[in-house]
């Protein structure tokens, strides 16, 4: 018997992405209602899926997390309470199916007794029909009962993938993501690439409110926060303190700009300072537990340190990860400040941080496939970008070109991994001896060389000024449509 999934769960189930699962339905290839597959769809678009090997599941998710460099890796439980409500709900499902199986049972073997009674006392010509019929049913059971070991094993692994995860779908944007391990509805919401309205992520604020339209959620975590009782009547709930039981649907904001993101303050301490080359630095700040940055792919932050200026950098790492932030700084950027990290900065001083700022930022609407050009340590800003890409899975192609003098490009094996893990992204490394005209042009024409169809692509270019305006004006000159280049200089 075929059963009933959600794109989100259908994806998981065969360890693709969902834009793959998208790909898919609009070619053709996979029947969807409603976004509903049935298992027996998947298994006819995926026939060589090997659900015997129960490894193979966790080996995509694994990679996949790997490939998003998530700093939490482990993939714990949910908390004993979510999992034994779960168990629970499902334990009532198996009742209420058993109880259904036990009727239809005694349904169709009332209904052979029938047709051996009908047919003892029916002359030659019915008992041959009735024969037939009897046959009928019982090839009809054969089938049913010995055919179907694949979608059997497709339902089974699904009904574990419901102990271990829950369905949230948000109103009023549609969008829909899976609560995995111990992970609040926020956590989740975050990793997912959703910008989802909060603040501090510890349950003080009340800025991650969100009303319960159905399902059921549980608290896990402590919060101070006090909801009202009018709040608490109409279904309010802290997102970063709850996890769901089963699948939820939720009413919530989330931000749709930059404007919608206020400007924060914080002091934050350096975790750790890493050589990524003899040029290029990995800062890696973080922030206190009880407030953490809320930012979008793309945006940059003002950075202070007592003696050393301040200086505007693109933040290098994913806004799922709100308390880990990473800056790509090379030597000499900003003034004093680059040489200060370089050369002062150390484990434990403090940062302070203002913003965020800027607007170079993801098309979460477009269906476009998506060309990252990095110039140098504009891959910082392109590594967030990409990282938030991959968790919104939104796209079907993801193309990274990135472009450095020679020596110049770092976290290369980061790049190559990508490609690596994923079948739906490309990477390709160029080298530039300086960003005049002439070479600008030379690049203008290798782009449009590897990258044909890059006429149909969202275009993000990020890097210095000196190499963007040449870039900017050579792609254009050679057609690509400047609407849909979004340009960050860092
Ligand atoms: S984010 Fe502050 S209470 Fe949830």
Known sequence: MSHLLGLARAARLMGVSRAALQQRIKEGNLHAMDGMITTEELLKAYPDISLEDAGAFEKTLKIKEEAFVRRVRERSLPPKEVLAERLFEQGRELADVKLHLQRYHALVTGLQSDLQGLMERSGPAAREALRQVERWV??????????????????????????????????????????????????????????????????????????????????????????????????????????????????????????????????????????????????????????????????????????????????????????????????????????FVFDRLKVGDSVSLYGPWGDYLLDDESQHALLFIAFGRGFGPTKSMVEHALAREAAERIDLAWAAAPGGHYMVNQCRYWADALDNFGYRSYELRAPDGAEMERFAARILADYPDAGNHAIYLAGPAEYLEPALANLAGAGLPHARMRVIVC
């Open 138 to 339: 019982e090839g009809g059971l054969r089938r049913v009962l010995g055919e179907t070991e694949a979608l059997d094993s497709l339902a089974l692994m699904d009904d574990m993938l419901r102990v271990m995860s829950a369905h949230v779908t948000l109103r009023p944007s549609h969008h829909d993501f899976l609560v995995e391990g111990a992970d609040s509805i926020l956590e989740a919401g975050l990793k997912a690439g959703l910008a989802l309205n909060y603040g501090c992520s510890t349950g003080n604020c009340g800025l991650c409110k969100a009303r319960v339209i159905s399902g059921q959620v549980m608290k896990i975590r402590h919060f101070d926060y006090v909801l009202t009782e009018a709040e608490k009547q109409q279904g309010y709930t802290l997102m970063c303190c709850h996890s769901p039981v089963g699948d939820v649907t939720l009413e919530t904001l989330e931000a749709n700009s930059a404007q919608d993101i206020p400007t924060q303050q914080i002091i934050a301490r350096v975790k750790s300072v890493q050589a990524l080359s003899p040029d290029m630095r990995l800062l890696h700040l973080q922030t206190p537990r009880s407030s953490r940055l809320r930012f979008l792919a793309g945006q940059s932050l003002t950075l202070g340190v007592a003696g050393a200026g301040t200086a505007e950098l693109a933040i290098a790492s994913c806004p799922c990860d709100d308390r880990n932030l990473q800056f790509h700084v090379e030597r000499g950027q900003g003034d004093s400040f680059g040489a």
